[in-house]
């Protein structure tokens, strides 16, 4: 078989493709793009659940936050508030969250989950900037 004739099948076979059948490779977001906050399963159930059960206006969204003070210097803030101009807004598990600018760099990749089994129960915070964390792991230093 020539390279012509090679070429021609090659070509053949390449326009006999359906474009619906090619498929983009996955790509692995860069760390830049991966989600600063961002909830198991089970802590977004349970977030679904106090909403529900304390009838949220819709228009909240879940605000994650720190502030000063607790055991170790910083503690962590959950709760359902309005949005701001300033805020940026994040998705986990199909959930809204906003997040103040200024909190970022205490909370980029941290993964809140919502263990409930009998020797832990509540919301718990996996943070990989904080450098030390109080027993109950709700206080955290950097």
Do not use: W
Request: hydrophobic fraction near 30%; glycine fraction near 8%.
């Amino acid at each position: 078989m020539s390279d012509d004739n090679l070429d021609d099948v090659i070509s053949s076979l390449i326009d006999d493709v359906d474009e619906e059948e090619v498929q983009e490779p996955v790509r692995e977001k860069p760390k830049s793009e991966m989600i600063p906050v961002s909830l198991t399963e089970r802590a977004a159930r349970q977030i679904r659940k106090i909403r529900d059960t304390e009838d949220l206006d819709e228009g909240l969204y879940l605000r994650v936050a720190v502030e000063g003070g607790g055991c170790s210097g910083l503690s962590y803030k959950l709760g359902f508030d309005i949005r701001t101009d300033e805020d940026e807004l994040f998705y986990s598990q199909d959930l809204e969250i906003v997040v103040d600018p200024k909190h970022l760099m205490y909370l980029d990749g941290i993964q809140i989950d919502y263990p409930d089994g009998l020797d832990a129960r509540g919301f718990t915070f996996d943070n990989p900037n904080a450098s030390e964390s109080c027993g109950c792991g709700s206080s955290f230093a950097v």
